[in-house]
């Protein structure tokens, strides 16, 4: 949406059409709200400061390029969002309340709300709502739109365009979550968000990076909610069960702050938790209002137990893995402007890979960037014609499959399962070893397979083949990439039990590309700038 506000805004002339397969005005991870920016430049601070900070959080393997053109933007979309209505909180003096070095607090309960109605007062910006976009649609390697279809109506839809912009969020639903069953939705990132940006870049044969360097969230026990709120907000630090604080031992970037946890779990220290006994009335008044703004089960949890965090520390525990670009540095492999390795495709926020730490205000830089770069790019190209269209015959193969031994509910199950045990889940403490990976190729290869005799009866039957499907795809790439990094650079992130050490052999992007059917990895320097000229 971001970038569909730059380019109406700049360029009156083009036609910009935004397909979501929700409704813009509450979908992806951003739906529920956010009360705080996590990426800006407070006084005191630089740009450059940022872009120290994202390739430190990273160990290295992040684009420097990328960062800085991310992070010289940050406090320019921050004044245009909330020049569209977004609450930014502001002291005395009028100036912003920051809540650590790089983040301001905000009332963002509205932040989708405010964007899809700046949307919609441009008239040459029309909104698709409810239509899943299933495939890029290629004239050899240049992509000239993408074909989805109506979640509700029998419908499909063949969108052309000269330019098309990829920003579909990342992938959550891989690995078997924290709860089971009924309460499988309770994650940290949005459960509807499956990859599927990823997987039409992997199967259209784009160049994808760092995959392996997954998000794995450090949460609040049971509800899975935020704990910078806690940790930033009241300075709440870790303890363990026998009440000693022990982050020093670890270090204290993202993954080894979770890694911490799990460590002190294993060595029979836990449960750990977030030391808020004592805190203030104010302060547990401001964290009730926090949570309500993004994560209101904490705050309910609080009231239902009658254990507010005053009186009771807040238990901690790890997420399921994901594959998000705006947290670490998975994605597209992409050059300053945003452009992927496909002609006429661009990626921005979380398929847009190594350039991590990016968050909400990151991602609009990145949708402000792609936008300016896709105006230049249409006025040079003409549309080309279509090379082949079978979306239909596929559709109907999938309505006129008979009825299988399993569902897709089951296959997505049994993906979770092999993933979460052969891949580094939760029931692994986060690690794997190389004949695990292999257990997980085969498993997934098999599923795949059974994915194919999966029948619709329904379009939100359809709907969940195509998202499985995308999970598929993206659990294939993934697994290659942690094959292929041979170290543990990242741990928890990426713990490679034979490889338990860092190895300066891969100071470099694990990228890759589907060739004939197979994963290629391609291995480039740190130093490598990415994309010259198609």
Same mark, same amino acid.
């Given at each position: 949406?971001?970038?569909a506000?730059?380019?109406?805004?700049?360029?009156?002339?083009?036609?910009?059409l935004?397909?979501?397969?929700?409704?813009?005005?509450?979908?992806?991870?951003?739906?529920?709200?956010?009360?705080?920016?996590?990426?800006?430049?407070?006084?005191?601070?630089?740009?450059?400061?940022?872009?120290?900070?994202?390739?430190?959080?990273?160990?290295?393997?992040?684009?420097?390029?990328?960062?800085?053109?991310?992070s010289?933007?940050?406090?320019?979309v921050?004044?245009?969002?909330?020049s569209?209505?977004?609450?930014?909180?502001?002291?005395?003096?009028?100036?912003?309340i920051?809540?650590?070095a790089?983040?301001?607090k905000?009332?963002?309960?509205?932040?989708?709300?405010?964007?899809?109605?700046?949307?919609k007062?441009?008239?040459?910006?029309?909104?698709?709502?409810?239509?899943?976009?299933?495939?890029?649609?290629?004239?050899?390697?240049?992509?000239?739109?993408?074909?989805?279809?109506?979640?509700? @109506?029998?419908?499909?839809?063949? !969108? +052309?365009? #000269?330019? *098309?912009l990829?920003? $579909? &969020?990342?992938? %959550?639903?891989?690995?078997?979550?924290?709860?089971?069953?009924?309460s499988?939705?309770?994650?940290?990132?949005?459960?509807?968000?499956?990859?599927?940006?990823y997987?039409?870049?992997?199967?259209?044969?784009?160049?994808?990076?760092?995959? @392996?360097?997954?998000?794995?969230? !450090? +949460?609040? #026990?049971? *509800?899975?909610?935020? $704990? &910078?709120?806690? %940790?930033?907000?009241?300075?709440?630090?870790?303890?363990?069960?026998?009440?000693?604080?022990?982050?020093?031992?670890?270090?204290?970037?993202?993954?080894?702050?979770?890694?911490?946890?799990?460590?002190?779990?294993?060595n029979?220290?836990?449960?750990?938790?977030?030391?808020?006994?004592?805190?203030?009335?104010?302060?547990?008044?401001a964290?009730?209002? %926090?949570?309500?703004?993004?994560?209101?089960?904490q705050?309910?949890?609080?009231?239902?137990?009658?254990?507010?965090?005053?009186?009771?520390?807040?238990?901690?525990?790890?997420?399921?893995?994901?594959?998000?670009?705006?947290?670490?540095?998975?994605?597209?492999?992409?050059?300053?402007?945003?452009?992927?390795?496909?002609?006429?495709?661009?990626?921005?926020?979380?398929?847009?890979?190594?350039?991590?730490?990016?968050?909400?205000?990151?991602?609009?830089?990145?949708?402000?960037?792609?936008?300016?770069?896709?105006?230049?790019?249409?006025a040079?190209?003409?549309?080309?014609?279509?090379d082949?269209?079978?979306?239909?015959?596929?559709?109907?193969?999938?309505?006129?499959?008979?009825?299988?031994?399993?569902?897709?509910?089951?296959?997505?199950?049994?993906m979770?399962?092999s993933?979460?045990?052969?891949?580094?889940?939760?029931?692994?403490?986060?690690?794997?070893?190389?004949?695990?990976?292999?257990?997980?190729?085969?498993?997934?290869?098999?599923?795949?397979?059974?994915?194919?005799?999966?029948?619709?009866?329904?379009?939100?039957?359809?709907?969940?083949?195509?998202?499985?499907r995308?999970?598929?795809?993206?659990?294939?790439?993934?697994?290659?990439?942690?094959?292929?990094r041979?170290?543990?650079?990242?741990?928890?992130?990426?713990?490679?039990?034979?490889?338990?050490?860092?190895?300066?052999?891969?100071?470099?992007?694990?990228?890759?590309?589907?060739?004939?059917?197979?994963?290629?990895?391609?291995?480039?320097?740190?130093?490598?700038?990415g994309?010259?000229?198609?």
């Amino acid at each position: 949406m971001f970038a569909a506000i730059r380019l109406a805004e700049t360029h009156p002339e083009l036609s910009i059409l935004i397909v979501e397969k929700a409704n813009i005005v509450r979908s992806g991870c951003l739906a529920a709200g956010v009360n705080a920016l996590n990426a800006y430049i407070t006084d005191g601070h630089t740009p450059d400061d940022y872009v120290e900070y994202a390739l430190n959080d990273a160990n290295g393997i992040a684009r420097r390029d990328l960062l800085s053109t991310m992070s010289e933007r940050l406090n320019a979309v921050t004044r245009k969002i909330e020049s569209l209505g977004l609450v930014i909180l502001k002291d005395a003096d009028g100036n912003y309340i920051a809540r650590g070095a790089r983040n301001i607090k905000i009332n963002g309960e509205n932040i989708k709300p405010l964007l899809a109605a700046a949307v919609k007062s441009f008239s040459n910006v029309e909104v698709l709502n409810h239509v899943n976009v299933v495939d890029l649609m290629l004239n050899g390697s240049t992509v000239i739109g993408a074909w989805g279809f109506d979640v509700r @109506e029998p419908t499909i839809y063949r !969108l +052309r365009a #000269k330019a *098309t912009l990829m920003a $579909t &969020g990342g992938a %959550a639903g891989l690995y078997r979550p924290n709860h089971p069953g009924f309460s499988r939705h309770v994650m940290w990132y949005c459960p509807f968000n499956t990859g599927a940006g990823y997987a039409m870049g992997i199967r259209a044969g784009a160049e994808m990076t760092t995959f @392996e360097m997954r998000f794995i969230a !450090l +949460r609040c #026990k049971d *509800t899975i909610a935020p $704990t &910078g709120t806690l %940790a930033q907000g009241a300075g709440a630090a870790q303890i363990n069960a026998r009440g000693e604080r022990y982050q020093h031992r670890y270090g204290n970037t993202t993954s080894e702050r979770l890694h911490a946890v799990v460590s002190e779990n294993l060595n029979g220290r836990g449960p750990c938790a977030l030391e808020t006994i004592g805190i203030t009335v104010e302060q547990e008044k401001a964290l009730e209002h %926090a949570y309500l703004n993004m994560a209101p089960a904490q705050t309910l949890k609080w009231l239902e137990t009658k254990m507010p965090p005053s009186i009771a520390n807040v238990e901690i525990e790890g997420s399921e893995p994901y594959v998000v670009g705006g947290h670490t540095a998975s994605g597209y492999w992409i050059d300053r402007k945003r452009r992927t390795t496909l002609r006429g495709l661009y990626a921005a926020g979380d398929v847009a890979g190594s350039c991590p730490q990016k968050y909400v205000t990151g991602a609009f830089a990145e949708g402000e960037i792609a936008a300016e770069s896709i105006a230049e790019y249409v006025a040079a190209h003409d549309l080309l014609p279509l090379d082949r269209f079978n979306a239909v015959e596929e559709v109907e193969r999938l309505f006129g499959n008979p009825r299988g031994l399993y569902s897709t509910d089951e296959l997505e199950e049994a993906m979770q399962q092999s993933m979460d045990e052969y891949a580094g889940g939760i029931r692994s403490n986060y690690r794997y070893t190389d004949a695990q990976l292999q257990t997980a190729t085969a498993h997934i290869d098999r599923l795949e397979r059974l994915s194919e005799g999966l029948r619709a009866e329904s379009m939100y039957d359809l709907l969940k083949i195509y998202e499985l499907r995308e999970r598929l795809t993206v659990c294939r790439v993934l697994i290659e990439h942690l094959k292929a990094r041979r170290e543990t650079r990242w741990h928890c992130f990426a713990e490679h039990a034979d490889y338990p050490d860092r190895d300066p052999t891969f100071d470099c992007f694990i990228n890759s590309r589907l060739v004939d059917g197979k994963v290629e990895i391609i291995l480039r320097r740190l130093e490598d700038d990415g994309i010259e000229e198609h």
